[in-house]
């Protein structure tokens, strides 16, 4: 409980732009954390994320973000249309992604989805590639996976499909999947 604690100040710290930049220090210790610790950790990187929202405006963010998104949403080989547009409203409703034109987002999402839909395996390269371009930026490659790790979150439970791709996300963005507790 004392290290969900100090997450929650971290959390606020960032808030407050004290250090915004260097949040190293998301570990969680011990695996098979239920959902409770998992929601909290969503709640904490969703802070983090609208902390950082007026350094993510770039165009390597946005896409990497949608390739992000449709990744997890694909992360269990499909999407059927309910899930494409539960996570397209998370995509349009989330404060930092609306830095950037909802037409922008819904293209880039709606053209990963469609590649990972016709080849999962084929999509998920290109994903992959896209996600890899934010990787030049630390600040950006961490909020990709905050991102992604927001959208799995969101219905309460991240499937070990997601956390797999959220995984192989932080692997080609050079970020510590331990940050993450993954």
Same mark, same amino acid.
């Given at each position: 409980?004392?290290?969900?604690?100090?997450?929650?100040?971290?959390?606020?710290?960032?808030?407050?732009?004290?250090?915004?930049?260097?949040?190293?220090? /998301?570990?969680?210790?011990?695996? =098979? *954390?239920?959902?409770?610790?998992?929601? @909290?950790? #969503?709640?904490? !990187?969703?802070? &983090?994320?609208?902390?950082?929202?007026?350094?993510?405006?770039?165009?390597?963010?946005?896409?990497?973000?949608?390739?992000?998104?449709? /990744?997890?949403?694909?992360?269990? =080989? *499909?999407?059927?249309?309910?899930?494409? @547009?539960? #996570?397209?409203? !998370?995509?349009? &409703?989330?404060?930092?992604?609306?830095?950037?034109?909802?037409?922008?987002?819904?293209?880039?999402?709606?053209?990963?989805?469609?590649? /990972?839909?016709?080849?999962?395996?084929?999509?998920?390269?290109?994903?992959?590639?896209?996600?890899?371009?934010?990787?030049?930026?630390?600040?950006?490659?961490?909020?990709?996976?905050?991102?992604?790790?927001?959208?799995?979150?969101?219905?309460?439970?991240?499937?070990?499909?997601?956390?797999?791709?959220?995984?192989?996300?932080?692997?080609?963005?050079?970020?510590?999947?331990?940050?993450?507790?993954?």
């Amino acid at each position: 409980m004392a290290m969900w604690d100090r997450i929650k100040d971290q959390a606020k710290g960032l808030q407050q732009g004290q250090g915004a930049r260097g949040s190293g220090g /998301l570990t969680r210790s011990g695996s =098979g *954390s239920g959902g409770g610790s998992k929601t @909290q950790l #969503v709640g904490v !990187l969703k802070s &983090q994320l609208s902390s950082l929202k007026t350094e993510l405006k770039s165009g390597a963010y946005r896409d990497a973000s949608m390739a992000m998104c449709a /990744l997890v949403a694909a992360a269990d =080989g *499909s999407v059927d249309p309910a899930e494409r @547009q539960h #996570v397209e409203t !998370l995509i349009l &409703q989330n404060d930092v992604l609306q830095n950037f034109p909802p037409e922008q987002l819904r293209q880039r999402f709606t053209k990963h989805v469609d590649q /990972l839909t016709a080849n999962f395996q084929h999509g998920k390269t290109e994903a992959m590639q896209e996600i890899a371009k934010a990787a030049k930026k630390p600040t950006e490659a961490k909020a990709v996976v905050q991102t992604g790790f927001v959208v799995a979150g969101a219905d309460g439970y991240i499937a070990p499909a997601e956390e797999q791709v959220l995984r192989e996300a932080c692997a080609a963005l050079n970020v510590s999947p331990q940050e993450f507790g993954l």
